[in-house]
């Protein structure tokens, strides 16, 4: 969980104010916040060897937005409401397959967009983007293993194989 609620680089902090939220480096702080916590949720539902494993993520980060000191006791309904809404956004670009863009230009496409409404989602924003979002997903994946271990599937049967045989 200590991943999911890494701050933010001030260095990237810095950049995506600059790039797109105006230079309001709180509003961009928090969008890379929710970036990193919504793909944790993601991650660990792709990822995860029990199913239940992403329900207990969004639930600890959910109850952290709860008790979080930076946020207004009167403010915290609302973050969890944008929590939620980042959580939608970034799911879609997360799990998307096929197209011309990969997953981490699809997600730093979509923190741009949460960043500004008019902010422009290609050239050198796009590309730090996507850098900034690759390196989340790398850290939570990361975490992942860290706290579950790592996947251990025999070479000769699928994982949906796996549960039949037991």
Do not use: C
């Amino acid at each position: 969980m200590t991943a999911a609620l890494a701050e933010p680089s001030q260095d990237d902090v810095e950049w995506l104010a600059a790039a797109a939220a105006a230079g309001d480096a709180d509003h961009a702080r928090w969008e890379l916040r929710y970036a990193r916590m919504a793909i944790s949720v993601f991650v660990a539902e792709r990822d995860a060897l029990d199913d239940r494993t992403s329900s207990d993520v969004v639930a600890a980060l959910v109850a952290a937005l709860a008790t979080d000191e930076r946020i207004a006791p009167d403010r915290r309904p609302l973050a969890e409401r944008q929590f939620a809404d980042r959580r939608l956004g970034y799911r879609e670009a997360f799990f998307a397959t096929g197209g011309a863009a990969g997953a981490n230009e699809k997600l730093g496409r979509v923190l741009l967009a949460f960043a500004s409404d008019g902010a422009r989602s290609a050239g050198a924003p796009l590309a730090r983007a996507t850098e900034v979002l690759g390196g989340y997903v790398f850290e939570a994946n990361t975490a992942l293993r860290d706290a579950f271990g790592t996947a251990s599937l025999p070479e000769h049967l699928p994982p949906s194989e796996l549960g039949a045989k037991r």
